[in-house]
C-alpha cells in the first residue's frame, strides 16, 4: 500500500512511494507525529539519480524487517535534495562538521524539534569497512534516544549553537581586483594537473565554473597561461569517458583522474554549464573541437532532457537495465566490449572502432567492458565513415533499456540552460536553440513565477512544486532572461530579470549585502542556510551577484550596482584562498574589473547590418559584457526596449554600435572589424 510520499511530485519521492517504511514528506505535521509519540526523526536526504541513494533504498528500505523497525520507532521523512536545497544545506553543513566528509544519500537522526545529534551517509545492510549495519545504528539511535535522552539533547543542542555560530559577514569585505584575481589564477596553477587536466585527483569533476573564469582572465589579461589551463582541461574531458562520445553530454565526474571511468548520472546543470564553457572557448580560440563540444551537448540536452512543456528534465540515471541480467547496473547503457562492436558494425568496424574509442578485451570499466574515448594515439578515420560508425553504434545503444529521467524542472537550472541554448544558437546560427531557450523561458514565467514575480523551486509535468525558490533560482533564472534579452534584442526579458534581481534585493539580502540561500519569510529551519560557496553549479550567493551586475550595467542602475559590489565581498575574501570553490564568483569578479562592457548595436530589425553588428558583439570575449539590439530609445523612454539604446543615434544612417565601460564610451562605429578590435573578437 503506497505511503504518504504517493501525491508527491517529486520522482525521487515517488520512486519511494510503494516502500513499506511509512514515509513522510518534509512538513510540519511529521515533527509534530514525532512529538506526539515521544520518537526521534529520521531523515532521508538524496535525489533521483543518485546511484547509492538506489542501493540503500533496495538493500534496507524495501526490506520488510527493517521497514517495519523503522516504523515502530522513528517518523520516517524523505527529502529530495533538488527540491529542498535549504534542508540539504543545513543539515549536510551538520554532517560535514561532525564527521568531515559528506555526500548522497545523507542519513541524520534528531529530535522532535528538527535539532539533529547522528549523522551519517550509506550504511550497509551488514557491517562492512569498518562502516556498521544500517540496523545497526538504528538500533544504536534508539538506545541511546531510550536510554541517554539527557544526552542526546545536550549533543543536539550543542550542533545547533554551532551551526548559528557560522553566520558569513563578506558585505564588508571589500572590492576584488586585479590583484586578487591573479592570486586566485596563482592558487589554480599550483592545484592544476598538467600532465591530465583539471584540478585535484580523484574522483575529478567537471570544473565549469573554473574554466569560466580562466577564459575570462584570459580575455581581460591575455595570460596565455590561463588559456592553456582551460583550453588543455577541455580537450582532455572531451576526449575521456566522462563525454558520452555518441550522443553528447557529459557525465557528473570520473572517478578516475584521467576522465576515463564516470560516475555516469547525466545532470543539467553539468550540461547547461560545461555547454557553455566549449562555446565561450570556440569564442576564443575558434577551436574545432569546442564548437563540436558545445552543439553536440546542445543537441543532448534538446533531445533527451527536454520536456513536453518546453523545460528540461533535471537529469538521467548512472543505473540501467542490464541486457540478458534483468538487473538494473551502473553504466550498463554506455559501456560496450569489442564483441559488441562487430556485433554492430561487423568486423573490419568493430576492429577500427575498438581502436578509435580505447575499447579493449581488458576494458577500462566493469565486466570487461570500456566506456568509449577518444585516445590521443588512435587510428585517423575517414569522416564520412567514422559518421556511419557513430550513427550506427547511437541506434544500437538506443535498442538498449535506457536510463531513468528525473522530469522534475529545476528552476535554477533551466536558467542556466536558457543561457548556454540561447548563445550556443546565437554563435553557431542556430535558431532552434534559441527557439529552445524561449521555450523554456516561457514555461518559468507561466508556470513557475507567480503574480509577484516569485519562483517556485521545482515543476513537473506543468504543475507548480509547493516549496519556495532559492537564492540560485532567482540568480540563474534572471541570468538566463538577461542572456536571452542580449540574444534575441526583447526587452521583456530585461524586464523580467528586473523583477527577480529586485526581489534578491528585497528578500535575500542582509544589511551588510551580504546574501542568505532563503527569503526572510521562508520556513524558519534550525539555521538560515548561507552558502557562498560554487560547487556542482554556481551558488546562489555568486549567481545573484552576476545577475545583479549584468542588470546594472543594462540599466545603469546604481542600488543594483552597489548590491553586486557588495556580494562580492566574498570573492576578495575566498578567491585567493579558494578559488577552485569560488570560480563562478572569480568570472563575476572579472566582469566587475572589466567593467563589464556595455554594447549598445542601434538599427532596424530587418536591416542585414544590424544583425552582422549585433552577432560581432555576442561574439567578443570582453568579460560579461552586456548587448542591446534595437531601435534608438528616445530620452523620454519611448523608442526601443532597452536603456542602453537611450539617444543612440545611427551614423550616416546605416546601423551602428556603441560600446562603453566605466561611464566612457568609445567611439561610435559602423564597421565589424572596429567592433570586433573593441570587444576582443577572434578572428579566423
Known amino acids: 500500500m503506497p505511503n504518504r510520499l504517493a501525491n508527491e511530485t517529486s520522482p525521487y519521492l515517488l520512486q519511494h512511494a510503494d516502500n513499506p517504511v511509512d514515509w513522510w514528506p518534509w512538513s510540519p505535521e511529521a515533527f509534530a507525529a514525532a512529538r506526539e509519540r515521544g520518537v526521534p526523526v529520521h531523515l532521508s536526504v538524496g535525489y533521483s539519480s543518485c546511484h547509492w541513494c538506489h542501493v540503500l533504498a533496495i538493500e534496507s528500505f524495501e526490506d520488510e524487517l527493517t521497514a517495519a523497525y523503522m516504523n515502530e520507532h522513528f517518523v520516517n521523512i524523505k527529502v529530495d535534495r533538488e527540491e529542498r536545497p535549504d534542508v540539504d544545506a543545513v543539515y549536510m553543513e551538520a554532517v560535514q562538521a561532525a564527521t568531515g566528509q559528506g555526500g548522497w544519500p545523507m542519513t541524520v537522526f534528531m529530535t522532535p524539534d528538527a535539532e539533529p545529534f547522528y549523522f551519517g551517509t550509506y550504511f550497509p545492510p551488514e557491517p562492512r569497512h569498518g562502516m556498521p549495519s544500517f540496523m545497526q545504528v538504528l538500533e544504536g539511535v534508539?538506545?541511546?534516544?531510550?536510554?541517554?535522552?539527557?544526552?542526546?539533547?545536550?549533543?543536539?543542542?550543542?550542533?545547533?549553537?554551532?551551526?548559528?555560530?557560522?553566520?558569513?559577514?563578506?558585505?564588508?569585505?571589500?572590492?576584488?581586483?586585479?590583484?586578487?584575481?591573479g592570486r586566485a589564477l596563482l592558487g589554480l596553477t599550483r592545484e592544476y594537473d598538467a600532465v591530465r587536466g583539471?584540478?585535484?585527483?580523484?574522483?575529478?569533476?567537471?570544473?565549469?565554473?573554473?574554466?569560466?573564469?580562466?577564459?575570462?582572465?584570459?580575455?581581460?589579461?591575455?595570460?596565455?597561461?590561463?588559456?592553456?589551463?582551460?583550453?588543455?582541461?577541455?580537450?582532455?574531458?572531451?576526449?575521456?569517458?566522462?563525454?558520452?562520445?555518441l550522443g553528447g553530454g557529459f557525465a557528473r565526474y570520473s572517478?578516475?583522474?584521467?576522465?576515463?571511468?564516470?560516475?555516469?548520472?547525466?545532470?543539467?546543470?553539468?550540461?547547461?554549464?560545461?555547454?557553455?564553457?566549449?562555446?565561450?572557448?570556440?569564442?576564443?580560440?575558434?577551436?574545432?573541437?569546442?564548437?563540436?563540444?558545445?552543439?553536440?551537448?546542445?543537441?543532448?540536452?534538446?533531445?533527451?532532457?527536454?520536456?513536453?512543456?518546453?523545460?528540461?528534465?533535471?537529469?538521467?540515471?548512472?543505473?540501467?537495465?542490464?541486457?540478458?541480467?534483468?538487473?538494473?547496473?551502473?553504466?550498463?547503457?554506455?559501456?560496450?566490449?569489442?564483441?559488441?562492436?562487430?556485433?554492430?558494425?561487423?568486423?573490419?568496424?568493430?576492429?577500427?572502432?575498438?581502436?578509435?574509442?580505447?575499447?579493449?578485451?581488458?576494458?577500462?570499466?566493469?565486466?570487461?567492458?570500456?566506456?568509449?574515448?577518444?585516445?590521443?594515439?588512435?587510428?585517423?578515420?575517414?569522416?564520412?565513415?567514422?559518421?556511419?560508425?557513430?550513427?550506427?553504434?547511437?541506434?544500437?545503444?538506443?535498442?538498449?533499456?535506457?536510463?531513468?529521467?528525473?522530469?522534475?524542472?529545476?528552476?535554477?537550472?533551466?536558467?542556466?540552460?536558457i543561457s548556454a541554448l540561447a548563445e550556443c544558437g546565437a554563435f553557431f546560427e542556430r535558431p532552434d536553440l534559441v527557439e529552445r531557450a524561449i521555450e523554456a523561458a516561457d514555461l518559468l514565467v507561466r508556470v513557475h513565477m507567480d503574480g509577484m514575480a516569485r519562483?517556485?523551486?521545482?515543476?513537473?509535468?506543468?504543475?507548480?512544486?509547493?516549496?519556495?525558490?532559492?537564492?540560485?533560482?532567482?540568480?540563474?533564472?534572471?541570468?538566463?532572461?538577461?542572456?536571452?534579452?542580449?540574444?534575441?534584442?526583447?526587452?521583456?526579458?530585461?524586464?523580467?530579470?528586473?523583477?527577480?534581481?529586485?526581489?534578491?534585493?528585497?528578500?535575500?539580502?542582509?544589511?551588510?549585502?551580504s546574501l542568505y540561500d532563503t527569503a526572510h519569510d521562508a520556513e524558519r529551519l534550525i539555521r538560515r542556510p548561507q552558502d557562498p560557496t560554487d560547487t556542482a553549479a554556481p551558488s546562489g550567493w555568486t549567481a545573484a551577484a552576476g545577475a545583479l551586475l549584468s542588470y546594472a550595467a543594462h540599466t545603469g542602475s546604481r542600488p543594483h550596482r552597489e548590491a553586486a559590489e557588495r556580494a562580492l565581498g566574498v570573492v576578495q575574501a575566498l578567491g585567493p584562498r579558494a578559488p577552485r570553490f569560488i570560480g563562478h564568483g572569480l568570472a563575476v569578479a572579472e566582469a566587475l574589473v572589466d567593467g563589464p562592457r556595455e554594447v549598445a548595436v542601434v538599427g532596424h530589425p530587418e536591416d542585414?547590418?544590424?544583425?552582422?553588428?549585433?552577432?560581432?558583439?555576442?561574439?567578443?570575449?570582453?568579460?560579461?559584457?552586456?548587448?542591446?539590439?534595437?531601435?534608438?530609445?528616445?530620452?523620454?523612454?519611448s523608442g526601443g526596449e532597452f536603456p542602453l539604446l537611450a539617444e543612440r543615434t545611427l551614423v550616416r544612417d546605416l546601423p551602428t554600435a556603441y560600446v562603453c565601460r566605466h561611464f566612457v564610451c568609445a567611439r561610435p562605429t559602423t564597421e565589424l572589424v572596429e567592433l570586433a578590435d573593441q570587444l576582443g573578437v577572434v578572428r579566423p
Not at 575517414?382 to 553504434?393: F, K, N, Q, Y
Not at 553588428?613 to 523612454?637: F, I, Q, S, W
Request: net charge negative; with cysteine; aromatic share 8%.
Open 198 to 245: 583539471g584540478f585535484g585527483g580523484a574522483p575529478k569533476f567537471p570544473p565549469s565554473m573554473v574554466l569560466e573564469f580562466l577564459l575570462r582572465h584570459h580575455a581581460r589579461t591575455g595570460s596565455e597561461g590561463a588559456l592553456q589551463m582551460a583550453a588543455d582541461t577541455c580537450e582532455a574531458m572531451a576526449r575521456g569517458g566522462i563525454y558520452d562520445q
Open 608 to 637: 542585414p547590418g544590424t544583425a552582422a553588428l549585433h552577432r560581432t558583439a555576442l561574439l567578443g570575449t570582453a568579460p560579461g559584457a552586456v548587448v542591446a539590439v534595437g531601435l534608438p530609445r528616445a530620452a523620454d523612454g
Open 455 to 513: 519562483l517556485a523551486r521545482t515543476s513537473k509535468g506543468g504543475r507548480v512544486g509547493v516549496n519556495a525558490g532559492v537564492l540560485e533560482d532567482y540568480g540563474d533564472v534572471a541570468e538566463g532572461f538577461l542572456t536571452l534579452a542580449s540574444v534575441t534584442g526583447e526587452g521583456v526579458w530585461l524586464e523580467f530579470a528586473g523583477f527577480l534581481v529586485d526581489l534578491v534585493m528585497a528578500r535575500f539580502t542582509a544589511e551588510d549585502g
Open 142 to 181: 534508539r538506545g541511546a534516544w531510550v536510554g541517554r535522552r539527557e544526552e542526546v539533547a545536550e549533543v543536539a543542542q550543542r550542533i545547533v549553537r554551532d551551526l548559528a555560530g557560522r553566520q558569513l559577514d563578506y558585505g564588508k569585505a571589500g572590492l576584488p581586483g586585479p590583484e586578487e584575481l
Open 255 to 417: 572517478v578516475d583522474r584521467e576522465w576515463v571511468v564516470p560516475h555516469f548520472e547525466k545532470m543539467l546543470y553539468d550540461n547547461a554549464l560545461l555547454c557553455r564553457v566549449y562555446a565561450h572557448l570556440w569564442r576564443a580560440t575558434g577551436s574545432d573541437l569546442a564548437r563540436r563540444v558545445a552543439l553536440e551537448t546542445a543537441d543532448f540536452m534538446v533531445r533527451e532532457l527536454r520536456t513536453s512543456e518546453g523545460g528540461f528534465a533535471s537529469a538521467l540515471d548512472a543505473d540501467s537495465e542490464e541486457e540478458g541480467s534483468g538487473r538494473h547496473v551502473e553504466g550498463a547503457y554506455y559501456a560496450w566490449t569489442p564483441r559488441e562492436l562487430a556485433e554492430v558494425l561487423g568486423e573490419a568496424d568493430g576492429e577500427l572502432a575498438a581502436a578509435y574509442f580505447g575499447v579493449t578485451e581488458e576494458g577500462t570499466f566493469e565486466h570487461g567492458k570500456s566506456v568509449l574515448q577518444l585516445p590521443q594515439d588512435g587510428p585517423v578515420v575517414e569522416a564520412g565513415r567514422l559518421a556511419s560508425i557513430r550513427e550506427r553504434l547511437l541506434a544500437a545503444r538506443g535498442r538498449r533499456p535506457a536510463p531513468g529521467r528525473d522530469d522534475k524542472v529545476v528552476a535554477a537550472w533551466n536558467g542556466l540552460a
